[in-house]
Nanobody, 124 residues
């Protein structure tokens, strides 16, 4: 059974940092592009960051460029999202996702597997 499990969310103050992790089991995701999405209350889920299967290329939403960094673990079955200088508008449930294709994309339909999400809360 394929499973993606996120961890690392929490309650922080504006300006703080968090590191989210996403571990994969049941399948080797080393050949999959991986992405992070987020969904705030009352809003649609949106793309945050993506990384190609080989880690050679990354993609970010404009709202997080320069503050968030996506990376892959050595075994490639784990990805990370470093969140720096957090803002209240970054508060959301963060989801990791895995998908095929030539490169990581920004659309939800480019990803086939999804985790359950981890909550990030940012106070002002």
């Amino acid at each position: 059974q394929v499973q993606l499990v996120e961890s690392g969310g929490g309650f922080v103050r504006a300006g703080d940092s968090l590191r989210l992790s996403c571990g994969a089991s049941g399948r080797t995701f080393g050949n999959y592009n991986m992405g992070w999405f987020r969904q705030a209350p009352g809003k649609e889920r949106e793309f945050v960051a993506g990384i190609n299967w080989n880690g050679g290329s990354t993609l970010y939403a404009d709202s997080v460029k320069g503050r968030f960094t996506i990376s892959r673990g050595y075994a490639k079955n784990t990805i990370y999202l470093q969140l720096n200088n957090l803002k209240p508008e970054d508060a959301a449930v963060y989801y990791c996702a895995a998908g095929g294709g030539l490169r990581a994309g920004t659309r939800e339909d480019e990803y086939s597997y999804w985790g359950q999400g981890t909550q990030v809360t940012v106070s002002s």
